[in-house]
Antibody, heavy 119, light 107 residues
């Protein structure tokens, strides 16, 4: 069965960086894509971007463009999302998800990683 | 920028009720729309993709319809497990934004 296992919770100071990992299993990583979605406390879902497992191509939301980098390691079927210059409003649960076969909808989800940005 | 607007924001209903949640896009998205269910502290769960295709394993009481700018999610007979927050998401163009969510509460 498909599993996406994310790294643990992080607490960061404003201005710092965070890198969240997402280890995939149960599907062919290089034939799929990984999307990152975040959810601030008590708020809705925000699409951040996605990375192709095949060639590493990325597409980022304008809101985080310039601060986010999504990468993947095909040898370990792991995707990474790094967010820099963290601000308090980056405090959120960050989810990775397997992209659908027919477009950027999210079929399977990781358990989420809480990133708290606080001085 | 594209906007996705769900209505209502909150919906109170009883077990056995038929409920409809609406999602409107600010511009045409064809049939490139998905619906998700989210329970507290959990990741969202895909219910519907391509506006009306039921994801494998999702109960048949869930159905989706629509195209262009107006879409609906229908639950034919509410079950206790269905009380949750529902989100639509367009994936016709980037960014693949979500609606603000509809909270389905027990009446």
């Amino acid at each position: 069965q498909v599993q996406l296992v994310q790294s643990g919770a992080e607490v960061k100071k404003p201005g710092a960086s965070v890198k969240v990992s997402c280890k995939a299993s149960g599907f062919t990583f290089t034939s799929s894509g990984i999307t990152w979605v975040r959810q601030a406390p008590g708020q809705g879902l925000e699409w951040m971007g996605w990375i192709s497992g095949f060639n590493g191509n990325t597409n980022y939301a304008q809101k985080v463009q310039g601060r986010v980098t999504m990468t993947r390691d095909t040898s370990t079927s792991t995707a990474y999302m790094e967010l820099r210059s963290l601000r308090p409003d980056d405090t959120a649960v960050y989810f990775c998800a397997r992209r659908g076969d027919y477009g950027d909808y999210q079929v399977d989800w990781g358990q989420g990683t809480l990133v708290t940005v606080s001085s | 920028d594209m906007q996705m607007t769900q209505s209502p924001t909150t919906l109170s209903a009883s077990v056995g009720d038929r409920v409809i949640i609406t999602c409107r896009a600010s511009e045409s998205i064809g049939s490139w729309l998905a619906w998700y269910q989210q329970k507290p502290g959990k990741a969202p769960k895909l219910l519907i993709y391509r506006a009306s295709s039921l994801e494998s394993g999702v109960p048949s009481r869930f159905s989706g319809s629509g195209s262009g700018t107006e879409f609906t999610l229908t639950i034919s007979s509410l079950q206790p497990d269905d009380f949750a927050i529902y989100y639509c998401q367009q994936y016709n163009s980037y960014p693949c934004i979500f609606g603000q969510g509809t909270k389905l509460e027990i009446k």
